[in-house]
């Protein structure tokens, strides 16, 4: 068994895997996350998270999620791709005017 090290924040980023988060209004599940050196994802045929331990790249400092819409499913063509601290965890019913 090996084991691997990740900061209290990467812990937590890799735990908004299968949670709801709202993105410009509309409502998405999380199916991955993408950090500085892992890549976490559902598993499509069980509710557990795989983890990927990889090569740091400077391109992913800022965490990446991608998300499904609602009703959804995998390999449907319809996940994006956000920067995670654009979302917000769980469903807004109000819209914000800026």
Same mark, same amino acid.
């Given at each position: ?36 050196? #892992?890549?976490?994802?559902?598993? $499509? !045929?069980?509710? /557990? ?11 992913? =400092?800022?965490?990446?999620? #991608?998300?499904?819409?609602?009703? $959804? !499913?995998?390999? /449907? ?11 917000? =965890? ?9």
């Amino acid at each position: 068994m090996r084991t691997f090290t990740l900061p209290v924040q990467d812990v937590q980023d890799i735990g908004m895997i299968g949670t709801i988060v709202t993105f410009e209004d509309n409502q998405y599940k999380i199916y991955s996350v993408q950090g500085y050196n #892992y890549y976490a994802f559902l598993t $499509a !045929t069980s509710d /557990q998270v795989n983890v990927d331990v990889m090569t740091p790249c400077d391109l992913y =400092r800022n965490p990446s999620a #991608y998300l499904l819409p609602s009703g $959804a !499913t995998f390999g /449907q063509g319809l996940a994006i791709e956000v920067r995670l601290d654009k979302v917000k =965890r769980g469903v807004t019913l109000a819209k914000s005017y800026v």
